[in-house]
């Protein structure tokens, strides 16, 4: 089955500066790659995604990048702000069935 | 986004007795719904693909007698935690693809279970 490898599992950046968090998948058949931001105690909310026919995309200060050959995907948080602090989850899925994997998330903190 | 909602988002009950949560797809329909659970700090570990109208489908090492899946329409799945343990308490979190869109995975609210 699938398998995701995400880095750093944690990430402390001043406030302003940029942030990249990068994942690893196994199956040459995933398609869809979803980022999902996790605060505490609280439902994981998807903040941008990219599909396999695409190598970039962009939403305001956050941006994913896929690169199929290498099997890896990056999530860009540009200018981070304080209220960036959270876990940040990727995840991939494959052809058979709508199931994600995730990787094992990455704990962001800024510093106002 | 397409909404997911879950019930309970917080239950506490005693060693032994069962507990249910909903998972409700409320502006689509989900043939498929996902089961997860997740401990504190870490990743969210798939349990069990709930399907409508038949089987759900559990991940290995998961007890598919204690952790009972029902999906008996097309907008709601119900996870039973049968003869509950206090190892059973976490987070249990629910997650829907929308078909309107070109199956985005929402999550649910999520339930904090505690067993005493």
């Known amino acids: 089955g699938e398998n995701v490898e995400q880095h750093p599992s944690t990430l402390s950046v001043q406030e302003g500066d940029s942030a990249v968090i990068k994942c690893t998948y196994s199956?040459?058949?995933?398609?869809?790659f979803p980022w999902y931001k996790q605060e505490l105690g609280k439902r994981p909310q998807l903040i941008i995604d990219?599909?396999?026919?695409?190598g970039e995309k962009k939403d305001q200060r956050i941006a994913v990048t896929l690169n199929k050959t290498a099997k890896h995907f990056s999530l860009h948080i540009t200018e981070t702000q304080p209220e960036d602090s959270a876990v940040y989850f990727c995840?991939?899925?494959?052809?058979?069935?709508?199931?994600?994997?995730f990787g094992g998330g990455t704990r962001l903190m800024v510093k106002p | 986004g397409a909404v997911v909602s879950q019930h309970p988002s917080r239950v506490i009950c005693k060693s032994g007795t069962s507990v249910k949560i909903e998972c409700r797809s409320l502006?689509?329909?989900?043939?498929?719904m996902f089961w997860y659970r997740q401990f504190p700090k870490k990743s969210l570990m798939l349990m069990a693909t709930?399907?409508?109208?038949?089987?759900?489908?559990?991940e290995q090492g998961v007890e598919k007698d204690k952790f009972l899946i029902n999906h008996a329409s097309l907008t709601l799945s119900t996870l039973t935690v049968t003869s509950a343990h206090p190892e059973d308490s976490s987070f249990y979190i629910c997650?829907?693809?929308?078909?309107?869109?070109?199956?985005?995975?929402?999550f649910g609210e999520g339930s904090w279970l505690t067993v005493v």
């Open positions: 997650s829907a693809p929308d078909p309107t869109s070109g199956n985005t995975i929402y």
């Open positions: 199956d040459s058949a995933s398609n869809y």
């Open positions: 990219i599909r396999s026919n695409v």
């Open positions: 995840a991939a899925r494959g052809n058979a069935g709508n199931m994600l994997t």
């Open positions: 502006d689509f329909q989900a043939t498929t």
């Open positions: 709930s399907n409508e109208g038949s089987k759900a489908t559990y």
